[in-house]
């Protein structure tokens, strides 16, 4: 060890303290954007998280996704079973465990998918909504079974299920134990689809891996918000594998709705008014619904005329 190293050693809590973020009780209150844009936190919140220059809609968790939902921010929580932790001791980097501390001290909560009842524009309906923050909001057990819980949970009340993916995928510290949620997870939607209960999907940015290839694009009506990242693979690993060059606008919400495999993108202040109107529609209590849906983007012909004529 030189004296450079021996200096620096000793120099560098202080260069630390100097560049840290002084971070308040109540967290940051700067945001960055992509765009370049440094945003008051307070007048984000006030803007949905949405950012006033590019529009790009930031992250949000459950709980503020459900005061942004629901009729003044009321929800009544549903909590779900929790299964033990850990079931295979897993460790790469870091042991699993410690990675479930970490997110819980982080997320207050006990894992990545939190659930709620409650009104969004007088109708009634349960909701899940998957926290990124979380684990990268991966699916393992206790988000498998909170997922079926909420599904559950619909059907014993014949409520509507609208759920909001946000996630990585399926849970590789779970390994076959996250795997296997997918199929669960499907059965408890086809429960609802079998008893004409209606379930919505809301994908968010990103909706990736085991989660798009499982519940997240099997609502009777696939809504995402603008620009979402929704993919299985990631996009270099196809545009090796395939060896061409892919669409700028590859893996977006707004390609997928041209390409059918999203139905709506919506903008985050339009959610409430368009999720209730189309449940209004799909179970047939709906008079106002084509006016309603005025403000979806109209570039292209959407399949959800199909849709909602075949659910009248
Ligand atoms: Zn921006």
Redesign the pocket.
Known sequence: MNWITEKFKRFKPKLKNLFRVKVGPEGKLWEN???G?VLYKQDLKDNLYV?P??S?HHRINPAERFQLLFDEGKFEEIFPMLPIDDPLNFRDSKTYRNRLMTAREETKYHDSVRLARGKVNEVELVTGAMDFNFIGGSVGRAAGEAFITGADYAFANKLPYVFFSQSGGMRMQESMYSLMQMPRMISSIKSLKENQIPFISVCLDPTTGGVTASFALLGDINIAEPKALIAFAGARVIKETVREELPEEFQTAEYLRDKGQIDLVVERKNLPKVISSLILKLTNTNKTFQSDLGIVNEQQPSPISTITQAAS
Do not use: F, L, R, W
């Open positions: 954007c992509s765009c844009s950012c220059t590019c790009k």
